[in-house]
């Protein structure tokens, strides 16, 4: 039986680590933050195949992974409400993977 070379192309993402901003203790309502961060996120669809929230240490409030290269995800980033409110700051980490 012979093998068979199997070409996979990877795509370009980011993984993107949410750590607290300078107003993460703000009156700022979570709820209408969350729903401008998704909202962000959702358009177009599938921008944002992965986002979870850390509970286990206090510098870092979650992780994502955007569809999009480094330089992408820190522009969309930059724009963010929860990241201009002040909430939440960011570093984006340029990596490949499979499409899934």
Same mark, same amino acid.
């Given at each position: 039986?012979?093998?068979?070379?199997?070409?996979?192309?990877?795509?370009?993402?980011?993984?993107?680590?949410?750590?607290?901003?300078? &107003?993460? @203790?703000?009156?700022?309502?979570? #709820?209408?933050?969350? %729903?401008?961060?998704?909202?962000?996120? +959702? =358009?177009?669809?599938?921008?944002?195949?992965?986002l979870m &929230?850390? @509970?286990?240490?206090?510098?870092? #409030?979650?992780?994502? %992974?955007?569809?999009?290269?480094?330089? +992408? =995800?820190?522009?969309?980033?930059?724009?963010?409400?929860?990241?201009?409110?002040?909430?939440?700051?960011?570093?984006?980490?340029?990596?490949?993977?499979?499409?899934?």
């Amino acid at each position: 039986m012979s093998e068979q070379a199997v070409s996979v192309s990877t795509s370009p993402y980011s993984v993107v680590i949410l750590t607290p901003g300078p &107003e993460h @203790d703000s009156d700022v309502a979570d #709820s209408e933050l969350l %729903v401008q961060w998704l909202n962000n996120f +959702a =358009a177009p669809a599938g921008r944002l195949p992965a986002l979870m &929230e850390v @509970d286990d240490n206090p510098l870092i #409030s979650g992780i994502a %992974v955007v569809p999009v290269d480094a330089q +992408a =995800a820190a522009t969309i980033l930059a724009a963010d409400p929860a990241v201009v409110s002040g909430r939440f700051a960011f570093e984006v980490h340029p990596a490949e993977g499979f499409p899934g």
